[in-house]
């Protein structure tokens, strides 16, 4: 397959959006909300938003669900930004069948999530997004999250999937600035680095991530891109001073299990996304209090 172009990457920005999944009263997927929120995101300093990654309730999507999200999200803003689907399953032939659908309505790159649940050796995941990537044209985002996973995606792993023509982009959600140092170093440049934890941000980046992909843009999307455009263009302490100044709003989107709390959040801020699918549940009205006063503490809209 064709490896994709150095622009096509780049284009993706320095913030991504982990859309969440609106549902309606039914907990049926909201497409036209869906495409609102896709809107709302990259009018808020979004660069580009991911569909059906964790964020999203993927393990609760259909297939086809998946897709039709897909579809609804590039409508809304594939001419504005580029729409990146998380396509990645804890089967290798499910994950190629889903990448091969999500390219052909016209994503502009895929997410693969290391695979879950069956725990595979390092050289498991070595042929696992070797033999994924293989079947695609569009630039591959591999995304370590061993909390949820069971596995992480070592660094040495990392290096031998680099040189994978079009795994370009890594979601490195490990929770150590430690090992996502061992990562940039690792990859030699091959990879954009990006955090996958919004309070790891600017520790990130001071070893060399390029960015985050972010569940905060939803609510604070203004203040995350103006803080990693601060690191970016060399304002360190005005990013860490964001950084600090975000740190309760970070926390209190992780009280429990995302997406709960960022779908809470947007509630509070008057753009109802719908309660999560079970087994996920609605935040306690204990947690929304939480997120109300962070939200506050953080300088972020809240309505009354």
Do not use: C
Request: hydrophobic share 45%; proline share 7%.
């Amino acid at each position: 397959m064709n490896q994709p172009t150095t622009k096509a990457v780049a284009e993706w920005g320095r913030v991504i959006t982990a859309m969440v999944t609106p549902f309606d009263a039914g907990l049926a997927p909201d497409y036209g909300q869906a495409a609102r929120l896709a809107r709302r995101l990259v009018d808020s300093g979004t660069d580009a938003v991911l569909v059906g990654g964790t964020t999203g309730e993927s393990p609760t999507l259909t297939d086809n669900e998946k897709l039709r999200l897909i579809e609804a999200v590039l409508d809304a803003v594939g001419d504005r930004a580029p729409v990146l689907a998380g396509t990645g399953t804890n089967s290798t032939a499910a994950s190629v069948t889903l990448t091969r659908k999500a390219e052909a309505l016209g994503v502009h790159g895929v997410m693969l999530v290391a695979p879950y649940y069956n725990k595979p050796p390092q050289a498991g995941l070595i042929e696992h997004f070797r033999t994924v990537a293989s079947e695609t044209r569009l630039p591959v985002m591999v995304y370590n999250v061993p909390g949820r996973t069971g596995v992480n995606i070592t660094p040495e792993t990392m290096a031998v999937l680099s040189e994978v023509p079009n795994i370009v982009a890594l979601k490195e959600a490990g929770g150590s600035a430690d090992q996502a140092a061992q990562m940039v170093r690792a990859v030699g440049g091959r990879v954009r680095v990006y955090s996958g934890d919004d309070s790891l941000t600017v520790p990130m980046l001071s070893v060399g991530a390029v960015g985050v992909v972010s569940v905060a843009s939803h609510v604070a999307g203004p203040l995350v891109a103006e803080m990693v455009a601060a690191f970016a263009d060399g304002e360190v302490r005005k990013a860490a001073e964001l950084h600090r100044r975000l740190l309760p709003l970070f926390k209190a989107l992780f009280l429990t299990t995302n997406p709960i709390p960022v779908k809470a959040a947007l509630r509070l801020q008057g753009f109802d996304v719908g309660d999560p699918r079970p087994p996920l549940v609605a935040a306690t009205p204990a947690q929304v209090q939480a997120i109300r006063e962070a939200m506050v503490e953080s300088g972020v809209e809240v309505q009354r």
